[in-house]
């Protein structure tokens, strides 16, 4: 198990596979301007409140804006346990990837 503080491995979006558990930790605002279809969202503050709801028996690929929040959530999902990937570039690069996007009110995804 890795130690807080070690570097935790890093994808780019456009290599996220297809259906993989993938973790949304910015805030409610950014969320609400479009995510990653099939994501679930924990804001990074909330996350050890929230971590029963996360799997530990898979992989889970941590998703922000640019890459900065979920590596530092990726390194303490896998200090404690979780084997967790940082999507580097975050939803600037899954946007830019024309990965596909969504919102709860129907609006057209943009990141915020």
């Known amino acids: 198990m890795p130690e807080r503080g070690t570097q935790v491995r890093q994808i780019p979006a456009a290599s996220v596979p297809e259906g993989a558990w993938l973790l949304d930790v910015r805030e409610d605002d950014e ?13 990074l503050g909330e996350l050890g409140a929230r971590t029963a709801e996360i799997p ?5 690929y941590v998703i922000c804006r640019s890459g900065g ?30 990965r596909p996007m969504a919102t709860d009110s129907g609006a057209p995804p943009f990141v915020a």
């Open 31 to 43: 969320w609400a301007a479009g995510y990653a279809q099939g994501a679930r969202h924990i804001p």
């Open 56 to 60: 530990q028996d898979q992989a889970v």
């Open 69 to 98: 929040r979920s590596g530092r959530a990726a390194e303490a999902l896998a200090a404690a346990g979780w084997q967790a990937i940082n999507v580097a570039g975050g939803m600037q690069d899954w946007a830019a990837a024309g």
